[in-house]
């Protein structure tokens, strides 16, 4: 079945450390995008990506960083200058041309800061 | 810029009744979509609705419809005979055509919880 795989579902990072966030899907969608949201928040989008080799900041995209070497992939890094990482992030992906019914959403990863 | 507000963090409501979410939006974009995403406890996203800002008639899927009132900006939920898996968090979210017409931005959500 087509769909979104984030991994790992919990992380757990000590200060100072880089962490990745891997992020896969088998739609042949052309966009993916990675977002935060932390309690009592919405979705707040960190980066995005319409094309291979090409990604875009967001909102919020200080202390992270990206990279989109393949269509299927989409790996979200959060470096040490990200100074409060602690939240639950979602990646999500759809097709840019037409009528557009949504995102497709993976399952999140939960990271903590310990 | 977009602007997406749900005005009630929570709501309550019996089962079998039928809730509400609020959410209005801001855009000086002709063109743009409203969507409803449903998260349960265990986090993943999922999509319930969609409606066009062009669409003459409001979006149902389901349990689901959504009142468009395009005037006001506003774009509620409505979820006909509440039952207990609806509990969640429901966010409502926009894209417009400016720009990168295919990232949305979310509302900060509105809990329901479905009372037996």
């Known amino acids: 079945d087509g769909g979104i795989t984030q991994s790992p579902k919990y992380l757990f990072r000590k200060e100072g450390q880089n962490v990745t966030l891997s992020c896969e899907q088998n739609?042949?969608?052309?966009?993916m995008y990675w977002y935060r949201q932390d309690p009592g928040q919405g979705l707040r989008l960190i980066y995005y990506?319409?094309?291979?080799?090409?990604?875009q900041k967001g909102d919020i995209a200080e202390g992270y960083s990206v990279s989109r070497e393949k269509k299927e992939s989409f790996p979200l890094t959060v470096t040490s200058a990200q100074k409060n990482p602690t939240a639950f992030y979602l990646c999500?992906?759809?097709?840019?041309?037409?009528?557009?019914?949504?995102?497709?959403f993976g399952s999140g990863t939960r990271l903590t800061v310990v | 810029a977009q602007k997406i507000t749900q005005t009630q963090p929570g709501m309550f409501v019996q089962e079998k009744e039928a809730v509400t979410l609020d959410c209005t939006y801001d855009?000086?974009?002709?063109?743009?979509?409203l969507f409803w995403y449903k998260q349960p406890s265990s986090g993943e996203m999922i999509f319930l609705i969609y409606q066009g800002s062009y669409d003459q008639q409001n979006a149902t899927e389901g349990r689901y419809s959504l009142n468009f009132q395009k005037a006001r900006k506003s774009a509620n939920l409505v979820i006909s005979a509440s039952q207990l898996g609806d509990s969640a968090m429901y966010f409502c979210a926009m894209r417009d055509s400016g720009g990168s017409n295919y990232k949305l931005t979310f509302g900060k959500g509105t809990l329901l919880t479905v009372n037996p």
């Open positions: 999500a992906s759809s097709m840019i041309r037409g009528r557009i019914y949504g995102y497709t």
């Open positions: 855009t000086s974009d002709p063109s743009y979509g």
């Open positions: 990506s319409q094309i291979v080799n090409d990604f």
């Open positions: 739609l042949n969608h052309d966009a």
